[in-house]
């Protein structure tokens, strides 16, 4: 074991694991924006809603994170070419950079997985509770936000703490399209170094910190939420 | 594979005796494998490439006749300290690691680093031209370090590998390419590679090493000769003429 490069690299590997954390957290964000509505079209939305919505699931579900990566940033890449005056918008500066894409890629992905788990949830949630909800005179909007929607999330907590772990771990895909995110820095190190263990070692140990961190986090929130009723 | 060796063996062993007689030849040592455009052998076992094609004009500038020896790759080197052979002629990059065991003449090609861009950027080779620009390199390779070192005003951007960032530059997404002209040249002769061309050559010995030189055995008196050769085609316009039809770039490298 020799670590005679860590001093050099670190400033490299404190930037790659800051934008792990921020990939990470983005795309859970935006992706459980997301998977609200779409888990709840599938369960109560008319045809015209729902029937999109399954199929955005079963299309990101269905097709490796990788292709979605590549398609969305080699694929339209190559497109550009073609589209007069698109390098001097002013949206160029954000096409260029990988980091929108990786962002993109992920939240629908983060989406489409959370968009399934919400349409059990939102299915799960005893049918009596909403009904004693509307006799009580909520609106709908008043029945999602007291009801349903915090009634779903309770169920669903421990599923949503395994699925942001898991997206951590999907995170180094971002490295194949020039994000050099914890990964990608130590892909660098090892190339340069040729030292195989250590970065490895090192990177599997900031993984590991991180999936602490989410586990303590969830924990924490799931004993925010209320306790179910009765 | 063993036929092949023990004829190989056995013309090398002819050679030698007939070299013991005369002394009068050059016996130069190439390994047969295709190393395009530099070397292969043909159908007919005759060896053809550019490489060839220098060392008989280096021959010929020295007035001396050569003969090849056809020698595995890493036989090469045990082959020259051994006397079985006098020179190599194999692009053989000159080294530090090498350089204990043999001798090299100067350089005769080094494949200049090169940068790359669209043919209506203002880009070359001068580093302010690249100030606030992106660039794309391979990761963890000389031309990495030759951005980092001279370019430090542009953005780097590091690709795993090679037809990515091209693809990348043909988007339009990064500013410039920096990598080896040998390498560049196939997307340049592309339909993608339309949209770009060579806007310089990029020079650090110290980054990208000195080239390719004539392997020699320490001391060996051809040294002299071979530099004065190398020096002649040079001058004369031999090498240019050989060079035109394979490179669309100086293989001499500067």
Same mark, same amino acid.
């Given at each position: ?39 709840? *079209? ?78 059990? /949830? ?9 009904? /004693?909800?509307? /006799? ?24 949503? *703490? ?11 895909? *971002? ?56 | ?20 007689? +005369? ?10 494998? =295709?190393?395009? =455009?530099?070397?292969?052998? #043909? ?34 080197? =045990? ?5 079985? $052979?006098?020179?190599?002629?194999? +692009? ?9 065991? $043999? ?14 861009? &669209? ?51 043909? +988007? ?8 080896? +002209? ?7 002769? #592309? ?28 001391? #060996? ?8 050769? $190398? ?13 035109? &039809? ?9």
């Amino acid at each position: 074991m020799e670590w005679y490069w860590l001093g050099e690299y670190a400033p490299k590997l404190l930037s790659g694991t800051w934008l792990t954390i921020q990939l990470l957290v983005m795309a859970v964000f935006f992706g459980m924006l997301l998977a609200i509505p779409i888990g709840l *079209a599938q369960v109560t939305g008319p045809k015209i809603f729902s029937l999109p919505a399954r199929a955005f699931c079963t299309t990101f579900r269905g097709t490796p994170l990788l292709i979605q990566l590549w398609l969305l940033y080699y694929g339209l890449g190559s497109l550009f070419p073609y589209m007069d005056g698109i390098r001097s918008s002013f949206i160029w500066p954000y096409l260029r950079d990988a980091f929108p894409y990786a962002i993109v890629a992920f939240t629908l992905s983060v989406a489409a997985y959370e968009g399934e788990i919400m349409r059990g /949830a939102f299915k799960n949630v005893p049918k009596g509770e909403l009904e /004693a909800g509307i /006799a009580s005179g909520m609106s709908r909007f008043q029945l999602l936000r007291r009801i349903w929607l915090p009634r779903a999330l309770q169920n669903v907590m421990p599923t949503l *703490a395994g699925e942001m772990v898991l997206t951590l771990k999907a995170t180094p895909l *971002a490295a194949t399209i020039t994000v050099y995110e914890i990964f990608g820095v130590g892909t660098i190190i090892r190339q340069e170094t040729y030292r195989i263990y250590e970065p490895l070692l090192l990177i599997a140990g900031v993984y590991i910190c991180l999936t602490g961190v989410i586990v303590v986090l969830f924990h924490w929130l799931e004993n925010r939420v209320p306790k179910a009723s009765g | 594979m063993k036929k092949l060796k023990s004829v190989l063996l056995g013309s090398a062993a002819s050679l030698v005796l007939v070299a013991g007689v +005369s002394q009068a030849e050059i016996r130069i040592g190439i390994d047969p494998a =295709p190393y395009l =455009p530099f070397s292969a052998e #043909s159908a007919s076992g005759q060896l053809e490439g550019w490489e060839i094609q220098i060392a008989d004009a280096i021959c010929a500038a020295m007035n001396e006749d050569c003969v090849w020896v056809k020698t595995a790759w890493d036989g090469l080197i =045990p082959a020259l300290t051994s006397n079985k $052979i006098d020179a190599i002629i194999n +692009s053989m990059s000159i080294t530090e690691e090498r350089m204990k065991t $043999i001798d090299f003449s100067n350089k005769y090609y080094n494949t200049p680093a090169v940068i790359v861009a &669209p043919k209506d950027s203002n880009i070359s080779a001068d580093a302010a031209s690249t100030d606030g620009m992106y660039i794309g390199v391979q990761v963890a390779t000389t031309h990495a370090n030759y951005v980092e070192a001279h370019m430090g005003s542009a953005t780097i951007k590091s690709y795993q590998n090679f037809d990515e960032h091209n693809q990348d530059l043909f +988007s339009g997404r990064i500013d410039a390419v920096v990598g080896d +002209s040998m390498a560049m040249q196939p997307f340049l002769e #592309s339909t993608e590679g339309q949209c770009c061309e060579i806007k310089g050559d990029l020079h650090d010995v110290a980054i990208f090493g000195p080239g390719v030189g004539v392997g020699l055995r320490k001391g #060996s008196d051809l040294k002299a000769k071979i530099n004065a050769a $190398i020096d002649q085609i040079r001058a004369d316009g031999t090498f240019d003429r050989i060079s035109k &039809p394979f490179f669309n770039f100086d293989i001499y490298g500067g």
